[in-house]
């Protein structure tokens, strides 16, 4: 079989499973299954592909007909225009959060500063800001061993092991430090809405990194209480909310000597992240 015909095979069954980036993800997975760039494949579609390649290709088919999500299948996730390694023990890094990264970079630009981030998950969030800030260092915890696995792979690959180091624990075991910048992607998503989240979603990412409680905050109040103890004077702290919770989590931010510094909306115009500053 010729590439053009696997990738209209692979395109097919997807469409048949109403996947809506079918063409893309046949491409991307041909492109896996060969170890070439996808690229190269659209440049040489007569490349002839053999049996043990075309089994592969069905493999990684057959997982995203089942809504697996392409960047598990991949094991990476372009973030902050570097590849990060991830598997199903984190999140899959999102756009919107590259819009926090980058406030946050244009905020503390060039300065010298200790980081914390809670919840690192991949790492994605702390590696991209101390990618940047070459005289910054921080702590990535989490309560997941398998994710401090995944982030300490990314440190690794970034060159980035002498300036972070990675925990696995809670965030409120945090005793005797002090930071300049705490920054967390909690789990947001309220009970109930989960049922409405997208399958691939809802059956692959996990659900430790989503589940928000009740009212979505449960994560969220603990990151806020415990951050007093933490930053210093007038240290920032920096948290991506879901949709609709600005309002609730601003009034919780105030009642606890925080003043709200700025905030990021999402490409949808939503609030996504809230910057506070502890006073």
């Known amino acids: 079989m010729k590439a053009l015909e696997a990738i209209k095979f692979g395109s097919q069954k997807l ?25 190269e494949i659209l440049t040489n579609l007569d490349q002839k592909i053999n049996k043990k ?19 598990y299948i991949l ?34 630009n060039d300065k010298k500063i200790t980081i914390l981030d809670i919840g ?27 994710a ?7 440190a690794s690959k970034l060159k980035l092991l002498k300036r972070i180091k990675l925990w696995k624990k809670s965030f409120e075991k945090i005793f005797n430090y002090k930071f300049d910048l705490i920054v967390s992607n ?15 979603i809802k059956k692959y990412e996990p659900k430790i990194a989503l589940d928000g409680g009740n009212d979505g905050l449960d994560l969220i109040k603990k990151v806020i209480y415990k951050s007093k103890n933490i930053l210093k004077i007038k240290g ?18 105030v009642k606890n000597n925080f003043r709200i510094k700025d905030i990021v909306k999402d490409y949808k115009k939503n609030i996504r992240c809230v910057i506070a500053i502890y006073n």
């Open 148 to 154: 401090i696995l995944v982030a300490k792979k990314n």
């Open 75 to 108: 094991e990476e996730k372009e973030f902050w225009s570097k590849n990060f390694y991830v598997n199903k023990a984190t999140l899959i890094p999102r756009p919107e959060t590259e819009l926090l990264v980058d406030k946050l970079l244009k905020i503390f």
């Open 236 to 253: 920032t702290l920096a948290l991506e909310i879901g949709n609709e919770q600005y309002r609730k989590v601003s009034k919780i931010l």
């Open 186 to 200: 909690p789990p947001y998503i309220e009970k109930k809405e989960f049922i409405n989240l997208s399958y691939d």
């Open 15 to 39: 469409k048949e499973n109403k996947i809506p980036s079918f063409i893309l993800d046949s491409e991307i997975l041909l492109s896996k299954s060969l170890r070439k760039t996808r690229e």
């Open 53 to 71: 390649e075309m089994l592969v290709f069905h493999n990684y088919l057959h997982r995203r007909l089942k809504n697996e999500p392409i960047a």
């Open 120 to 146: 690192t998950g991949s790492g994605c969030i702390i590696l991209s800001l101390l990618s940047e800030l070459k005289n910054s260092t921080g702590v990535g915890v989490d309560i997941s061993s398998n």
